[in-house]
């Protein structure tokens, strides 16, 4: 069997059976260098190139993290659910409540990816105290998992900022380059248009058609332990630290330094104290140590699989089966990465493995670049949403359920899985055939 898609079995066999990810890229990779022609040293090189690359990425996921710990000091998310609770009072604002809770959950969500880039950190934050708010507008927690599911997914898949730099620029257009195709000149909002697009129109189904109608739950009132007050002062320094950031990160390109800016602003103004500082920065690490740590794996994964040389042959014989059929190949390849992003749970990870064996491919069955960018693009993001092991889903599960009335599988993965995989499967097909 070619070494090459052994290695890719191995991994995924591994993730299903619940090893975990880093150790499954591991394996992964000494099964398919020994497999070929890669002696054990010349595979531990390899390996070891390969983590190297992804070095940068890590350390901009530990920075933001740290920032992200850094905010929730500033008692700014507490803040936002305080005034929600209060608008419970006047019976007659429930509707407009209820929109005003979406609307907010969504565009701190979004924001998270971006303006905000503090990822899934938000969630324990803000999501527990609002759960009260929720019960007693019969508001369907399902809708709420989709609603996160899109601010945490689209923004990096369609927009180079923050996290989207991260996963657009570092990892989508670097790994395809490394892989031989040329991409210098590729839009990469125009390539991830139309999959963004199927992501929009499943947000819409969920809110719209499937979870509009209320949900019963028991009213109970979760108590956050250690919240931090948020006075005028910390919600003026919050605010400006968090604009500075941004405007650094858009200037400079450089999230690392963004966040370390952020970080250093709220240390120096008391907001972080001094004495707290290491505590802080450490549990900003625990916070996207995991994410980061698999990044690194996959990174050296992807240089395996490119230097035991058979990359060249699984493609000419999976050409040879397409028969030159785009329709049929796209298709395909959107479904292995629907696959492998189901079993690591980390569309970042997905990518370095997936484009040592599709941009040959692609190549060679006629795409252009641009839908080449599109469908591996789509083809790494599709199982974000959905997947058990997805950071994205398992942390949407833990500040939904802190009150015990949200099922993981039922009314997290099951719900994404449909109005996201979905749509972006056919949106991800489609925009590779037209672009």
Avoid at 138 to 144: A, K, V
Avoid at 169 to 177: D, F, G, P, V, Y
Avoid at 341 to 346: E, R
Avoid at 379 to 394: V, Y
Wanted: with cysteine.
């Amino acid at each position: 069997m070619n070494a090459v898609l052994l290695a890719v079995l191995c991994m995924l066999i591994l993730s299903v059976m619940r090893v975990h990810v880093v150790i499954s890229l591991i394996i992964g990779s000494f099964v398919g260098g020994l497999c070929s022609d890669l002696t054990l040293k010349e595979t531990i090189d390899a390996f070891n190139t390969g983590i190297s690359n992804g070095a940068s990425i890590a350390l901009s996921y530990a920075l933001l993290g740290a920032f992200a710990v850094a905010i929730s000091r500033s008692g700014l998310p507490q803040a936002l659910a305080d005034i929600a609770i209060k608008q419970l009072k006047t019976p007659s604002k429930k509707n407009k409540i209820k929109w005003l809770l979406i609307i907010i959950i969504g565009l701190v969500s979004i924001s998270s990816q971006n303006v905000i880039p503090i990822h899934i950190a938000f969630i324990p934050l803000l999501i527990p105290p609002l759960l009260y708010v929720m019960s007693k507008l019969s508001l369907d927690r399902r809708m709420i998992a989709c609603v996160m599911a899109f601010g945490l997914i689209t923004p990096y898949m369609f927009l180079p900022i923050g996290f989207g730099n991260i996963f657009l620029e570092q990892i989508l257009l670097k790994n395809i380059s490394n892989a031989g195709l040329n991409v210098e000149h590729i839009n990469v909002m125009e390539a991830m248009a139309i999959p963004a697009l199927g992501m929009f129109i499943g947000l819409l189904i969920a809110i719209f058609f499937s979870y509009r109608k209320p949900r019963k739950y028991q009213e109970k009132m979760i108590e956050v332990k250690h919240a931090p007050e948020m006075t005028k002062r910390s919600l003026f320094i919050s605010i400006a630290t968090i604009i500075l950031s941004f405007v650094i990160q858009l200037y400079t390109g450089s999230m690392i330094l963004g966040a370390l800016i952020g970080f250093i602003c709220f240390l120096a103004t008391g907001i972080v104290k001094w004495d707290e500082a290491d505590n802080a920065f450490n549990d900003g690490l625990k916070m996207m140590a995991m994410i980061g740590f698999v990044m690194i794996s996959a990174q050296g994964f992807a240089e395996v699989l490119k230097q035991t040389n058979e990359i060249s042959t699984l493609v000419m014989h999976s050409a040879e089966i397409f028969g030159g059929n785009k329709v049929m190949a796209s298709f395909t390849l959107m479904v292995i990465g629907l696959i492998i992003t189901l079993g690591i749970g980390s569309s970042f990870s997905t990518v370095p493995i997936i484009a040592v064996i599709f941009v040959p491919l692609c190549v060679q069955l006629g795409f252009s670049p641009l839908a080449t960018v599109c469908l591996i693009g789509a083809s790494g993001a599709i199982g974000d949403a959905g997947a058990p092991p997805s950071d994205t889903i398992l942390a949407t599960t833990a500040g939904l359920n802190m009150d015990g009335q949200h099922d993981h599988i039922r009314d997290s993965v099951i719900p994404t899985f449909i109005h996201f995989n979905i749509p972006l499967l056919f949106a991800g097909w489609i925009g590779s055939l037209v672009l």
